[in-house]
């Protein structure tokens, strides 16, 4: 089946860094992504859905300048997070429509932790 | 808004025992509810899906059935397996079934025995 691919899966990072979270569909054309947000033992909350070519669409909370998406291609998505800070630490999933069928495939997550 | 309230875990059951997730939902409209599994170092995978009421969606021995009166969608598998033992999340979605924004449960990880 289609095949969504994260990178990296675990990254440490110092406060005040930025990081990048890659998203990649492997063998299929991705018009749209999500990204998700997971705290423990908490439900994936949406942070914005992001369309090749164009500006992604945030929902309601999530700063926008703080969680940077950039949908450049029809196989890549990136999620950085700027000026990471402790409670930036979650689980980040990305997932990506595949436009044949519409069905959703989703990464492995990458698991961010801000010293 | 809409919203997916799902049976808590932990949950271990003994190899070949019966299975029950619950899975409740609020929403406008007519959504398509999905149940999703996660194993373990691996991503989301469509386990099955409803799209209207009534429907029932099966895959690998897991049935759900969509049940409007009752806004449920409880997940059921007569004779769990080891290689079951993972998470699983219900989801409603959009009218159409496919990539429109999924609503998700909280995850009830399973854990099957020998």
């Known amino acids: 089946g289609a095949v969504v691919s994260q990178h990296p899966s675990r990254v440490i990072c110092k406060s005040g860094t930025s990081v990048k979270i890659e998203c990649r569909s492997l063998?299929?054309?991705?018009?749209?992504m999500f990204w998700y947000r997971q705290f423990p033992k908490q439900s994936l909350m949406l942070m914005a859905t992001?369309?090749?070519?164009?500006?992604?669409?945030?929902e309601q909370g999530v700063e926008k300048d703080k969680f940077l998406i950039n949908h450049a291609s029809l196989t890549l998505s990136t999620l950085t997070v700027t000026s990471a800070h402790p409670e930036d630490s979650s689980f980040y999933i990305c997932?990506?429509?595949?436009?044949?069928?519409?069905?959703?495939?989703f990464g492995e997550g990458s698991r961010l932790t801000v010293l | 808004g809409d919203s997916v309230t799902q049976m808590e875990g932990p949950v271990t059951l003994s190899e070949e025992a019966f299975l029950t997730i619950n899975c409740t939902y609020t929403?406008?409209?007519?959504?398509?509810l999905f149940w999703y599994v996660q194993y373990p170092g691996e991503g989301l995978q469509l386990l099955l899906k409803?799209?209207?009421?009534?429907d029932k969606g099966s895959n690998k021995g897991f049935e759900a059935t969509y049940r409007k009166e009752t806004t449920s969608f409880h997940l059921e598998k007569g004779s769990v397996q080891v290689s079951d033992s993972a998470v699983y999340f219900c989801?409603?979605?959009?009218?159409?079934?496919?990539?429109?924004?999924?609503?998700f449960g909280k995850g009830t990880k399973l854990t099957v025995n020998p």
């Open positions: 997932s990506a429509s595949s436009g044949n069928t519409g069905e959703l495939f």
């Open positions: 063998d299929f054309q991705a018009t749209t």
């Open positions: 929403a406008t409209g007519y959504p398509s």
């Open positions: 409803a799209t209207k009421a009534d």
């Open positions: 992001s369309n090749e070519g164009s500006k992604a669409t945030y």
């Open positions: 989801a409603l979605g959009g009218a159409q079934g496919g990539s429109e924004k999924l609503v």
